[in-house]
């Protein structure tokens, strides 16, 4: 089956699973693309269970993929490479985040409300 989109401009992939050792959380997905709205117009992330298979080896990998298409790029006065260097900082300063802050399983503001009317029969 072929690709059904076009082509990324900017393409990006963090191994979360090597670096924390669980799975990326919703809010941590969410958190990612509050980071990167700033910098693009629109941003695809997608978290990902990859496995590579060899012969003689099988590593199972939990990635973050990170897609910025064309249309997404800011406009020509920024140049692509700044734009890639902008978008690095940020996920790198979001992986440090997901490490050294609590795992992002905290519910938002708004989950919170809907759970409390549950609980409380409201």
């Known amino acids: 089956i072929g690709r059904t989109r076009l ?6 992939c963090v191994n979360f699973g090597i670096f924390a050792g669980r799975e990326v959380s919703r809010r941590e997905i969410e958190r990612l693309g509050e980071a990167l709205l ?5 941003v695809s992330i997608a978290s990902e ?3 590579e298979l060899g012969e003689h080896s099988t590593v199972a990998l939990h990635q973050v993929h990170v897609e910025i298409g064309p249309a997404a790029l800011p406009p020509h006065d920024r140049d692509v490479e700044q734009v890639r260097t ?3 900082a940020a996920l790198e300063q979001w ?3 997901c490490l050294t802050r609590v795992s992002g399983q905290e519910l938002t503001h708004r989950e919170l409300l809907a ?8």
């Open 38 to 42: 700033p910098l693009v117009e629109g």
């Open 49 to 51: 269970h990859r496995y």
């Open 115 to 122: 759970r409390d009317a549950v609980v409380d029969g409201v």
């Open 86 to 88: 902008q978008v690095a």
């Open 7 to 12: 082509p990324a401009a900017l393409e990006f």
């Open 95 to 97: 992986l440090d985040d």
